[in-house]
């Protein structure tokens, strides 16, 4: 079965090929094939990825939300603005399931700040899932969602007049290569003013044996997370990759701080992709990358934020100093 967005075009009209099409082309007619993690999210990937988020050996979730129930008051405080009655929007990029969020929602009602909520996100249904849980649990709260990649929700919300706190939880911001998340720091800092936050979530290098075992699991949760990338494209593209064939296979490199993630065929293969007329020839034990999860310190983090055009203002991190979740200025 198909379920591309394509599938329901009029089918006289030559389709457009989809970005996911010329990122596959582009990305295995590379030397060192890669895909990007980007693609991981499907139905059954984000099923998997909330599996992931409660693995024994994946911290970062767990840290993060103790973090943000230990330090709910001072990250209030930080995020919203001085006057007790001024009001605010508190955006958040890439929402998900709001489970973290609900904590600093939960703790800026009770204390009386005026806000709106504005969950952004690329996917309808995550939102409207998000939306409902909201009305259930925070009647009084006013969410306006936005369905919209993250730059065109932030132009969107600096035509409206008032403060804005940007939230950027669960080390998302790892997910991007250096050059990457320099530029949407930069273009976060664009549309906001000296009155505004942000925060962002980190993951801190620690020991690389407990960072390594949170991308390989005992349990193979994220082996099959990886893998179903693969599966996507069969169904997708109309390839035909022999699951059996591939081995998820991951690595941390202290000296970058990168986590990086691969698929390695462990045979030599040809796969076609039916929907492109295409095939690509794989040699044994060839990889194609597919995620990176960089870790961080907080030299590290001060000179990113600041390359970018932000200030640290507020550095909050767990007991083990597993996790960090910064307030920065722009
Ligand atoms: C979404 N992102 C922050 C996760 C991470 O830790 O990089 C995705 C993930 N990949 C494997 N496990 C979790």
Same mark, same amino acid.
């Given at each position: 079965?198909?379920?591309?967005?394509?599938?329901?075009?009029?089918?006289?009209?030559?389709?457009?090929?989809?970005?996911? &099409?010329?990122? $596959?082309?582009?990305?295995?007619?590379?030397?060192?094939?890669?895909?990007?993690?980007?693609?991981?999210?499907?139905?059954? *990937?984000?099923?998997?990825?909330? &599996?992931?988020?409660?693995?024994?050996?994946?911290?970062?979730?767990?840290?993060?939300?103790?973090?943000?129930? &230990?330090?709910?008051?001072?990250? *209030?405080?930080?995020?919203?603005?001085?006057?007790?009655?001024?009001?605010?929007?508190?955006?958040?990029?890439?929402? @998900?399931? @709001?489970?973290?969020?609900?904590?600093?929602?939960?703790?800026?009602?009770?204390?009386?700040?005026?806000?709106?909520?504005?969950?952004?996100?690329?996917?309808?249904?995550?939102?409207?899932?998000?939306?409902?849980?909201?009305?259930?649990?925070?009647?009084?709260?006013?969410?306006?969602?936005?369905?919209?990649?993250?730059?065109?929700?932030?132009?969107?919300?600096?035509?409206?007049? @008032?403060?804005?706190?940007?939230?950027?939880?669960?080390?998302?911001?790892?997910?991007?290569?250096?050059?990457?998340?320099?530029?949407?720091?930069?273009?976060?800092?664009?549309?906001?003013?000296?009155?505004?936050?942000?925060?962002? @979530?980190?993951?801190?290098?620690?020991?690389?044996?407990?960072?390594?075992?949170?991308?390989?699991? =005992?349990?193979? $949760?994220?082996?099959?997370?990886?893998?179903?990338?693969?599966?996507?494209?069969?169904?997708?593209?109309?390839?035909?990759?022999?699951?059996?064939?591939?081995?998820?296979?991951?690595?941390?490199?202290?000296? =970058? *701080?990168?986590?990086?993630?691969?698929?390695?065929?462990?045979?030599?293969?040809?796969?076609?992709?039916?929907?492109?007329?295409?095939?690509?020839?794989?040699?044994?034990?060839?990889?194609?990358?597919?995620?990176? =999860?960089?870790?961080?310190?907080?030299? *590290?983090?001060?000179?990113?934020?600041?390359?970018?055009?932000?200030?640290?203002?507020?550095?909050?991190?767990?007991?083990?100093?597993?996790?960090?979740?910064?307030?920065?200025?722009?």
């Amino acid at each position: 079965p198909t379920d591309t967005s394509t599938a329901a075009q009029d089918s006289s009209a030559p389709t457009p090929a989809s970005a996911l &099409q010329q990122h $596959v082309r582009a990305g295995l007619s590379r030397p060192f094939k890669a895909l990007s993690s980007m693609y991981f999210y499907d139905d059954e *990937g984000s099923r998997l990825f909330q &599996q992931i988020m409660a693995l024994p050996e994946y911290y970062p979730t767990r840290t993060e939300f103790t973090l943000l129930t &230990q330090h709910q008051a001072a990250i *209030g405080a930080a995020l919203r603005p001085q006057e007790p009655t001024e009001p605010f929007f508190l955006l958040e990029l890439g929402a @998900g399931d @709001g489970l973290k969020t609900k904590i600093l929602l939960r703790h800026l009602l009770e204390t009386g700040a005026q806000f709106t909520y504005v969950p952004v996100d690329i996917s309808e249904a995550a939102l409207a899932g998000l939306a409902a849980s909201l009305r259930a649990e925070l009647p009084t709260l006013h969410v306006e969602p936005v369905v919209a990649d993250y730059a065109d929700a932030l132009r969107l919300m600096a035509s409206r007049p @008032g403060r804005k706190a940007v939230l950027f939880l669960g080390s998302n911001i790892g997910n991007f290569l250096p050059e990457d998340r320099h530029r949407f720091l930069q273009n976060l800092a664009l549309p906001l003013t000296p009155d505004d936050r942000l925060l962002v @979530g980190f993951d801190l290098q620690k020991n690389p044996r407990l960072i390594r075992a949170a991308y390989d699991d =005992s349990q193979g $949760v994220t082996a099959r997370f990886n893998l179903n990338l693969l599966r996507r494209l069969n169904r997708e593209l109309g390839a035909d990759f022999d699951l059996a064939q591939w081995q998820h296979y991951t690595d941390y490199d202290p000296l =970058s *701080g990168a986590v990086r993630s691969f698929l390695v065929s462990s045979r030599a293969q040809t796969v076609q992709f039916a929907t492109l007329n295409w095939a690509v020839d794989f040699a044994a034990w060839e990889m194609i990358h597919t995620e990176n =999860s960089y870790k961080f310190t907080r030299s *590290g983090i001060a000179a990113t934020a600041e390359a970018a055009g932000f200030t640290v203002q507020e550095f909050f991190t767990d007991a083990q100093d597993y996790f960090a979740d910064v307030i920065l200025q722009p």
